[in-house]
């Protein structure tokens, strides 16, 4: 069997999403329900956000805030990256490494088809490729929140 080429050979679909004005505590249980921990918000079928459990975490939780009194748009990360559904799985690791991201909306047309993750990328990479990601996403992560090496 060949290994998968483009995103959306290895993609999660159907995506799980919600709208920005779905209640924070709701948002949370969807993910704790469907096993994620990232979200897209969609209007008409456009992302126009995204969510992700640390989201909820640095600005509710960790601010004190109450979830039932906060919509995902108070809280959503509204400067995302796609990537094309038909984009070689290249393309997602390069830009997962240079805009430390772990997960990614899959477009068609500006559509949401699905989510592509790290984890999905590991999955079909040769195992050496695989672990090479997962260090160069960490290693730069990690002098993002000022680690020391």
């Known amino acids: 069997m060949a290994k998968p080429q483009t995103i959306k050979q290895i993609m999660s679909t159907p995506p799980v999403t919600c709208s920005p004005d779905e209640r924070l505590d709701r948002v949370a249980r969807m993910m704790l329900m469907n096993h ?21 975490a640095m600005r509710c939780v960790a601010e004190s805030r109450n979830p039932v009194e906060m919509t995902a748009a108070d809280v959503m990360t509204t400067h995302f990256y796609g990537i094309e559904g038909v984009d070689p799985i290249e393309n997602a690791m390069t830009l997962m490494e240079h805009r430390q991201v ?22 079909n990479l040769a195992p050496h490729r695989g672990a090479e990601l997962v260090k160069l996403i960490s290693r730069a992560t990690w002098r993002l929140v000022g680690g020391v090496r």
């Open 102 to 123: 772990r997960r990614l909306p899959v477009l068609d047309h500006g559509k949401l088809i699905g989510v592509v993750s790290q984890a999905d990328l590991v999955a």
């Open 36 to 56: 994620c921990g990232f979200i897209p918000l969609t209007v008409e079928g456009k992302v126009v956000g995204v969510l992700s459990d640390r989201d909820i």
